[in-house]
């Protein structure tokens, strides 16, 4: 049975870099991890999304391990804007995505 | 470049009444969902269209919820009649098409109570 964990929560102080790891041991070998992030009172973003390489954007960057059975979400400077639930999406099997209960975020000043 | 539109913001019922909300997604995108989020919990997939067509449906409660896309653009979500468990903000998203590659970018829901 597919399965992916987070930490329900984690704590950054403002402008260090924060690495929000995920494990997702049952995945295949063409199935996207995607990022999104829920910043409060509003609907989910896209942050970043890889198969195999590692991936960066203007956002953040996304560390894939060579087994895929686990990546990291690494944002380089956390700003108090970047206080959210984030949550990893390994898309099983090309189908849709699944939300699981994600990581909260804080940063602090 | 304007997002995923949603109407009403806020909607409060009674348990028994119906409700219907409106999605209108970024344009030139084919497919469209609708995710239900209770308060504490990720959001979950209701439904998925591609264009006018329902590609997944699983997770819908069809005994009281629809959901329609006309012309393949709007979509509207119906719940008919409420319970006090629906209590919950519904998402839109839409995307350039389907596929587990493509980004889905989403409205800023409408929040529901049933009371």
């Known amino acids: 049975d597919a399965k992916t964990t987070q930490p329900n929560s984690m704590e950054s102080n403002e402008e260090e870099p924060v690495h929000l790891p995920c494990n997702h041991s049952?995945?295949?070998?063409?199935?996207?991890i995607h990022w999104y992030r829920q910043l409060p009172s509003q609907g989910p973003e896209y942050v970043i999304h890889?198969?195999?390489s590692n991936v960066n954007n203007r956002m953040a960057s996304l560390a894939i391990a060579e087994d895929r059975k686990s990546s990291t979400l690494i944002l380089h400077r956390a700003t108090l804007r970047d206080a959210a639930v984030y949550y990893c999406?390994?898309?099983?099997?090309?189908?849709?995505?699944?939300f699981g209960a994600g990581t909260r975020l804080t940063v602090k000043p | 470049e304007a997002g995923v539109a949603q109407s009403p913001r806020y909607k409060i019922i009674e348990k028994r009444q119906s409700v219907a909300f409106w999605c209108n997604p970024i344009?030139?995108?084919?497919?469209l969902y609708w995710y239900q989020q209770i308060l504490g919990q990720g959001p979950k997939l209701l439904i998925q269209f591609q264009n006018n067509g329902v590609v997944d449906d699983s997770q819908l409660p069809k005994d009281r919820f629809s959901a329609e896309r006309l012309k393949g653009v709007d979509s509207t979500l119906k719940i008919q009649p409420a319970k006090l468990e629906d209590s919950a903000v519904y998402l839109c998203?839409?995307?350039?098409?389907?596929?587990?590659?493509?980004?889905?970018?989403f409205g800023p829901g409408t929040r529901l109570t049933v009371l």
């Open positions: 890889g198969l195999t």
């Open positions: 049952t995945i295949s070998g063409t199935d996207y």
């Open positions: 344009s030139g995108h084919a497919t």
């Open positions: 998203a839409s995307s350039l098409n389907s596929g587990s590659y493509n980004e889905q970018f």
């Open positions: 999406i390994p898309i099983y099997n090309n189908n849709d995505m699944r």
